[in-house]
């Protein structure tokens, strides 16, 4: 009879410790699984940003973007970001770098290029009209 009792007690142990190992492994797959679906969220929400181009976005330094374009490059970074992607990854896609979206967005508003309304200095060596 004691001999049945620790065959059931050692089959009891074995059970726990099978439903411990189970749930660690199950508990392992969820992370995992959360990961993947994160990763892949923002997988696709870089290729909506891939497949919507700013027409004048991105190239060398010093070049000016349309207003229209720099509204739409900060919605759609918000709405990549939203989609769970690194705010810098969404800029890259769009041509841009991180610091030039905080600058036109620093105010809350998308702000304007004011290079073209800029009130700038006349040049020291310019001809007087008489001179011309």
Not at 65 to 87: E, F, G, H, M
């Amino acid at each position: 009879m004691e001999g049945a009792n620790a065959t059931i007690a050692g089959q009891e142990e074995a059970f726990r410790g099978q439903a411990k190992h189970d749930k660690k492994q199950f508990n392992r797959l969820e992370v995992d699984l959360r990961r993947k679906e994160k990763a892949l969220a923002e997988t696709a929400a870089l290729l909506v940003l891939r497949k919507k181009p700013m027409r004048s976005g991105g190239g060398e330094r010093g070049r000016m973007i349309l207003d229209a374009d720099r509204q739409n490059a900060v919605v759609l970074v918000k709405a990549a970001v939203t989609a769970s992607v690194a705010k810098y990854k969404a800029c890259v896609e769009l041509g841009i770098t991180v610091r030039i979206y905080q600058r036109w967005t620093c105010s809350g508003d998308v702000r304007c290029d004011g290079r073209p309304t800029a009130v700038r200095p006349e040049p020291y060596n310019k001809l007087s009209p008489e001179e011309r």
